[in-house]
């Protein structure tokens, strides 16, 4: 592998398979092997959670990442990541203050040098605050570069005014073009401001965040440093999410072998003691419950959808609001629907082989890899229109089509296109000719590896 003399240090509050509880742990732990390909040099930092001590004091992934873990028991060896049964942790500032300084400190004392900090969501943002205030005269850090990526702007890190003093930071930096966000402190907007260069997880979600609809009172920000913020897709592992090899599948399989899929179509309803029938439709939804992912609309369509004749199986955790609705509707009708209140990696395979259909009725997404994985293993995405969904999804005849979309955030609009996947469904001819098509969908990370090596190049000026 040829070296291009980029080093770029990851910074990153979960990284798969350490610690994961969503998308971002899958993109710290792929781009960064995406990168190594193209003769990046990088290394990663993560905070040691409890569930991170069984792994050893600096672990590796791809040829040569170094992956090293911040230790704090008092901080860190928690049951959760930022919190438990739905509810923050209260010190979560003080934590991630503290992520962050020790990641740069962490540098100076090992005397790494880096050309360029990666920071990903509002877990590392006082990073580029700290590199342009605390640490703005010290040398070790000059010519360090910062990029910054937005996985989810939902997620800003808010906390009381009365916790500003424990970023460290002087007063002067509780200002609206700074860290101030009505009055309480914002750490992902100081990520924003401080950060060299801005990237988001898809070309849409970046323009989408530049409005009111979507900006979360950041847009104004947004809109100011447009010319800084670029939108790049995420990829997912190819290797690791491989219907030919994955080995928590019942049956392997490929785009030339797609009969074999029906194996795992049967190991899921026997799994979940749904009828075994392969001619039933299935939908898979694997998600966090939260108000972004669409449950709104999508609770009410169940009943209808099951009435049409599909079965259902739904993998997910997060807010208890869902997890009650979901319990309820679930005891109703257990020979359709399935419902699985947990974070299970490898039913979460099952479910992605086994399934016809995958169902994201986001409100927003910023990219999304559930839709990704499931064409990868010839799984048929149902999709709103918003965030990486319209960038990676479209309805139509293959090679045009890859899946079924719907715009308007409304259950019959998503009743509806259910209703239009039925109908290609049934036809025998226009199905395996979609499945086909979807497995040999290219969203694998080497393009976007590039738009990102890209990037440091520009922000560094090489
Ligand atoms: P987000 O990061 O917003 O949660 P993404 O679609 O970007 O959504 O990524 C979610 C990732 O987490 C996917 O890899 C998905 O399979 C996985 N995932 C989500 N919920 C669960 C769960 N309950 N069990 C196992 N995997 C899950």
């Given at each position: 592998m040829a070296r291009n003399g980029l080093e770029v240090l990851f910074l990153s509050s979960e990284v798969d398979p350490f610690a994961k509880t969503g998308g971002l742990a899958d993109v710290a732990g792929s781009l960064p092997i995406a990168l190594e390909r193209k003769g990046v040099l990088s290394r990663l930092i993560m905070p040691r959670y409890r569930g991170v001590r069984r792994y050893g004091k600096e672990e590796k992934i791809g040829q040569s990442i170094k992956v090293s873990f911040i230790e704090n028991d008092s901080y860190f060896d928690r049951d959760g990541l930022y919190g438990e049964k739905g509810k923050d942790y209260p010190d979560n500032l003080e934590r991630f203050a503290f992520f962050a300084k020790a990641c740069l400190e962490f540098l100076k004392e090992k005397k790494i040098r880096v050309d360029l900090i990666h920071c990903n969501d509002w877990q590392t943002a006082l990073v580029p605050v700290y590199l342009k205030s605390l640490y703005r005269n010290d040398p070790f850090f000059q010519g360090v570069k910062t990029v910054f990526t937005i996985h989810?702007?939902?997620?800003?890190g808010l906390f009381p005014k009365v916790e500003f003093p424990k970023t460290g930071l002087?007063?002067?930096?509780?200002?609206m073009e700074a860290l101030e966000f009505y009055d309480k402190v914002n750490l992902l907007k100081g990520g924003l401001v401080f950060s060299d260069l801005l990237t988001t997880v898809s070309p849409t979600y970046s323009r989408e965040i530049q409005t009111r609809e979507f900006g979360y009172g950041l847009e104004g920000i947004l809109s100011k440093r447009k010319n800084d913020l670029y939108g790049i897709i995420n990829g997912i592992d190819i290797d690791l999410y491989n219907p030919e090899k994955d080995k928590t599948i019942k049956q392997n399989y490929s785009a030339e072998t797609p009969e074999r899929k029906g194996a795992n179509k049967k190991d899921l309803q026997e799994l979940c003691g749904l009828?075994?029938?392969?001619?039933v439709p299935l939908i898979g939804m694997i998600s966090r419950l939260a108000d972004q992912k669409g449950f709104d609309i999508f609770v009410p369509a169940v009943e209808a959808i099951l009435k049409k004749g599909f079965q259902i199986v739904l993998l997910g955790t997060g807010d208890e609001k869902y997890e009650t609705v979901l319990k309820g509707i679930g005891q109703k009708s257990p020979d359709r629907l399935s419902i699985h209140l947990k974070f299970d990696a490898a039913l979460a395979q099952k479910i992605y082989a086994g399934s016809d259909f995958f169902m994201m009725p986001s409100?927003?997404?910023?990219?999304?890899l559930g839709q990704m994985i499931s064409l990868r293993y010839g799984t048929i995405p149902i999709v709103r229109r918003t965030g990486g969904l319209a960038d990676t999804i479209r309805e139509g005849d293959p090679p045009a089509g890859n899946g079924f979309v719907f715009s308007d955030y409304q259950t019959k609009e998503l009743l509806a296109a259910t209703l239009r996947a039925q109908k290609v469904y049934q036809n025998k001819f226009a199905w395996q000719k979609l499945v086909r098509h979807a497995m040999g969908c290219d969203y694998s990370w080497d393009r976007s590896a590039q738009s990102y090596l890209e990037l440091y190049r520009k922000v560094l000026g090489r």
């Open positions: 989810n702007l939902g997620y800003q002087d007063w002067s930096y509780f200002h009828k075994v029938d392969e001619g409100r927003y997404e910023p990219c999304g």
